[in-house]
């Protein structure tokens, strides 16, 4: 009995010890060297939206420093992670090429935006490897604005409509019926 | 006339060209259509002879035809299979002479749509559409405004129906499915066209219709005020998926195993009630209904009933969810980053954890049901003097942490959670809950025979009882 | 050889089924799924759901326990009484011996199991209350299985234990490490690792605690994989079909068979000295 316990602890040592070495390897060796994650059409969802993530151009996806991926079904949730959360945990940050599909670093990628550009959130964003690539998409859509990462910064990432800013403000002529629904609500409510 | 129309069915082109003011003619038309009822039996046996002899019309015959037609005008299509990719620009009324039993195949199927309805006032109904190989392009497209399509049956292996700035328009009684040819089954869901689109369309009614095996089964963009009432919609990825829309009327409708029932995404003015969702369960980010960036919503008298999340609210405001019944599911409600919404009087029950919330303190929980909740009711006001208050360790744990979701609901879990008891006051909390539900209906509960459970069991104890005669008898 | 065995298991039946433990235990575990019968008061259940999740858990708490000391005092009162001893004399191979008395302790315990099982189908039958049969065997099939696992795990602390003061006090750290502090220790352990490490961790662990590898088999058989999260989609994809079924089987018999295997080793080795 008594050479069980002593083996036994021995043995829960050299496993603590183990680990510790392992962390530390990790956390050593990992540091650098940050890569995308594939998609799973099956699995992943949006962090920030729900939305489950389809294998396309518009995913982007976050390595935060611990080696954890964070995807994303479109450029602009991205966006609004980071916004929420800072950069202090962000390894690398990872866009696709709209023509190859092609993880490129976020940093190094070249932005196209204009409204009429769809994208799942509607944020109107598409990236390109090439500078020439991107000229040649807007050339071809007959609209859109270049920009690179850095002037990224300053882009106001307003989506196609913005829920928020709707309803007096909004003069179509949606207007008169939505206000006929709402008295009709109100009316169902009180009802009940 | 009438004569020439119905029994020389391969000479198609003699469609009716009555006016309104055509009196004679109308009535004419009507003793038609009695006539076709009566005579269903004749017509599905010239049908079959029909379908033969007209394989091989081209599109160019039944494009002509409605190009020939004055505004205004009905064309009836006798039945047969026909080549297709039509436009309809002009007013008219396109249905089949025999509910059913006309078939346009799609000819380009990677450059056109089979049908594109491009002028306003169009209707079509009847008729089957069969667009078989995959391509981006929708099997009917929809441009114009106050379009009615009703009896329709789309075997699409693209997009269903898409409206682009259609509005005003009437999707009744429709069935839309992907296409069941081996090929087209073989496309992942996530490759797949949706069943009805809507971009920036609006005010349209879709009633009654049938979508299964599709992308989503309704989507809107961009529109706003549409009515979707007793739709079905199964086997897809979302039933209904809402995103920048607002004042949407969602009632009445059915999801069952589809990833998610309704994903209801940055709109406003929703009114989403009546319906049910059931077993959306399959997909390890299934939900019944989800609720994201919503404002202004009332969400009332649905079931939500064996799916993976009930209910999933999310960074919304401002909206009511009243009386719903939510059953059996995984995870009952789960909240997140949710506030100023009055959540009341629902009913949460066999669900195998009921809540989870993170950051959603700041809304109105109160007389709802929690059915694992033993609240005490000391003035026998039907309500409990404590409160049922959501302990928020394991969601943050998983937000944190994903791949400890597998510790979900494990004894272990359960006794660690009762350890965590920091911070109370920042928990989402029901202050009034009910000691009993308020919809006293268990329509959730399955209710069916027990019997052969109870046999196996019978069984059992015989087993067990002559086991132990046996040991007790060789003593 | 299969003969000493096969004596061996009917003399543990027989004393098991003397033991007043046993009764004791049978009783408790009978009641205790009449009880479970009476939570249930939304009436037929099918699939993964409260009534079905709360069974899992109860049982997780209760049938281990049973199953541990049962095992463990079974082997240790051998030692005790001497009987061991006078076994040990006779040209009785040891292995005969380990085989002879899991199979005897199966059998108690599956009695103890099925009454349980037979009393509250029976009785869910007769007051509406009962569950759909394929729920009702898998629950049936998780509670064999998890007894079976833990009798050999009991093999090991009898083996180990000198007395039953002793086999009791291991038994009942072995399950509180198992049931009660497995999600804990692992939480603290692995929340200091890098991300990617924690769910192979996970994975490898649930190996080798027989109530997590049950657990996690029944829920995902119950049709709730959905819950455990996207890391372990591959898995329960596997699991849900029938391969799932073989590997768990395997993974019991892989269990079963290093536990006695080892237990034997034990014995022999004690034997020799």
């Not at chain 2, 004419?28 to 009822?37: G, H």
């Not at chain 2, 942490?401 to 909390?429: C, H, I, K």
């Not at chain 3, 692992?186 to 080798?208: D, E, H, R």
């Not at chain 3, 080892?262 to 014995?267: C, F, G, N, R």
Request: with cysteine.
């Amino acid at each position: 009995m008594m050479k069980w316990t002593r083996s036994s602890k021995s043995y829960r040592v050299s496993l603590t010890a183990l680990c510790i070495l392992a962390v530390w390897l990790m956390t050593a060796c990992g540091s650098k060297d940050y890569k995308p994650q594939a998609i799973n059409e099956e699995t992943d969802r949006c962090v920030i939206c729900n939305m489950a993530i389809k294998d396309d151009v518009f995913a982007t996806q976050i390595i935060t420093t611990d080696g954890q991926s964070l995807k994303f079904d479109d450029i602009g949730c991205m966006n609004e992670w980071i916004t929420q959360n800072g950069t202090d945990t962000v390894g690398a940050t990872f866009v696709r090429d709209y023509n190859s599909s092609q993880w490129l670093k976020y940093e190094k990628a070249y932005y196209v935006y204009d409204a009429s550009i769809k994208t799942p959130m509607a944020y109107g964003l598409v990236s390109f490897e090439q500078k020439t690539e991107a000229e040649a998409f807007m050339k071809e859509q007959g609209a859109g604005k270049l920009m690179t990462a850095e002037q990224l910064e300053d882009h106001s990432w307003e989506v196609n409509r913005d829920m928020m800013d709707m309803g007096s403000h909004d003069h179509s002529h949606t207007e008169e019926t939505a206000d006929a629904e709402e008295t009709h609500k109100e009316e169902e409510h009180h009802g009940k | 006339m009438s004569d020439g129309l119905w029994h020389s069915s391969s000479s198609w082109c003699r469609c009716d060209m009555l006016t309104r003011r055509r009196n004679k003619t109308a009535i004419l038309c009507f003793t038609m259509v009695a006539a076709v009822l009566i005579g269903q039996a004749i017509i599905s046996v010239s049908t079959a002879e029909a379908e033969l002899a007209n394989t091989t019309s081209s599109t160019g015959e039944l494009q002509a035809l409605i190009d020939q037609a004055h505004p205004g005008e009905r064309i009836r299509v006798p039945s047969g299979v026909y080549e297709g990719s039509l436009i309809l620009s002009k007013k008219i009324t396109l249905e089949a002479e025999t509910e059913g039993s006309v078939s346009i195949v799609n000819a380009n199927p990677n450059t056109r749509s089979v049908i594109h309805i491009a002028a306003d006032d169009v209707k079509i109904s009847g008729i089957q559409i069969i667009n078989e190989s995959p391509s981006k392009i929708p099997a009917l497209l929809i441009t114009g405004d106050r379009t009615v399509v009703e009896n329709m049956n789309i075997q699409t292996a693209s997009q269903g129906i898409v409206l682009e700035d259609a509005n005003d328009g009437q999707f009744r009684s429709n069935i839309i499915q992907w296409s069941d040819s081996a090929a087209d089954r073989a496309v992942k869901l996530f490759d797949k066209g949706n069943g009805i689109d809507l971009y920036n369309s609006h005010r349209n009614i879709i009633r009654d219709n049938t979508i299964q095996r599709v992308h989503d089964g309704i989507y809107m963009e961009n529109s706003d005020d549409n009515r979707l009432t007793f739709n079905v919609i199964e086997h897809s990825r979302y039933g209904i998926h809402s995103m920048y829309s607002k004042g949407a009327v969602i009632q009445n409708n059915q999801g069952n195993f589809n990833y998610t029932g309704a994903m209801i995404m940055a709109s406003r003015e929703v009114e989403l009630t009546g319906n049910v969702f059931r077993k959306q369960s399959e997909n390890v980010n299934s939900q019944g209904i989800l609720i994201f960036q919503v404002q202004d919503s009332l969400f009332k008298d649905n079931k939500v009933i064996g799916n993976r999340v009930g209910l999933y609210l999310e960074q919304s405001e401002n909206n009511r969810m009243e009386n719903n019944e939510i059953a059996n599911n995984f995870i009952g409600i789960q909240l997140l980053g949710a506030r100023d919404n009055l959540i009341t009087g629902n009913t949460l029950s066999g669900n195998v954890t009921e809540t989870l919330a993170q950051d959603s303190a700041n809304n109105s929980l109160d007389r709802n049901y929690w059915d694992s909740f033993q609240g005490i009711d000391t003035d026998g006001d039907g309500i409990s003097n404590i409160a049922y208050a959501i302990n928020p360790f394991f969601q943050g744990l998983i937000k944190e942490r994903p791949a400890f979701q597998l510790f979900f609901q494990s004894p272990s879990m359960v006794f660690l959670e009762g350890l965590y008891q920091a911070d109370q006051n920042t928990w989402t909390s029901d202050e009034e809950p009910l000691m009993v539900p308020l919809t006293s209906d268990q329509t959730s509960g399955q209710k069916a025979s027990s019997t052969a459970s109870g046999l196996i069991g019978a069984a059992l104890l015989i087993l067990t009882l002559s086991i132990l005669q046996w040991a007790r008898r060789r003593e | 050889m299969v003969n000493d065995a096969v004596h061996i298991a009917v003399r543990e039946m027989k004393m098991g089924f003397r033991n007043p433990w046993s009764y004791s235990f049978m009783g408790l575990f009978g009641l205790f799924m009449l009880c479970l019968l009476l939570i249930n008061n939304g009436g037929y259940v099918e699939g993964y759901s409260s009534i079905t999740g709360t069974m899992l858990n109860l049982i997780l708490y209760l049938l281990p326990l049973m199953t541990l000391m049962l095992g463990a005092f079974s082997l240790t009162g051998d030692k005790e009484d001497g009987s061991w001893e006078l076994l040990s004399s006779y040209p009785l191979r040891t292995l005969s011996f380990i085989l002879g008395k899991f199979a005897g302790l199966a059998v108690v315990l599956f009695v103890l199991v099925s009454f349980g099982f037979g009393l509250s189908a029976v009785m869910g039958w007769i007051t509406g209350r009962g569950l759909d049969a394929h729920t009702y065997i898998l629950l049936y099939g998780y509670s064999i299985s998890l007894a079976l696992m833990f009798l050999a795990v009991s093999f090991l602390i009898g083996t180990v234990a000198v007395n039953r003061w002793q086999a009791l006090t291991v038994a009942v750290a072995v399950w509180f490490f198992a049931i009660i502090a497995w999600s804990p220790l692992l939480i603290a352990v692995l929340g200091m690792m890098p991300y990617g490490w924690i769910k192979p961790s996970i994975s490898v662990f649930t190996l080798f605690n027989p109530a997590e590898l049950s657990r996690i088999f029944a829920v995902v058989k119950l049709g709730g994989g959905s819950v455990l999260g996207p890391q372990y989609y591959d898995w329960v994809r596997w699991i849900r079909q029938p391969m799932g079924s073989a590997g768990y089987i395997i993974a019991i018999l892989v269990w079963v068979g290093a536990s006695t295997g080892l237990t034997h080793w034990l014995w022999e080795r004690g034997r020799a000295r």
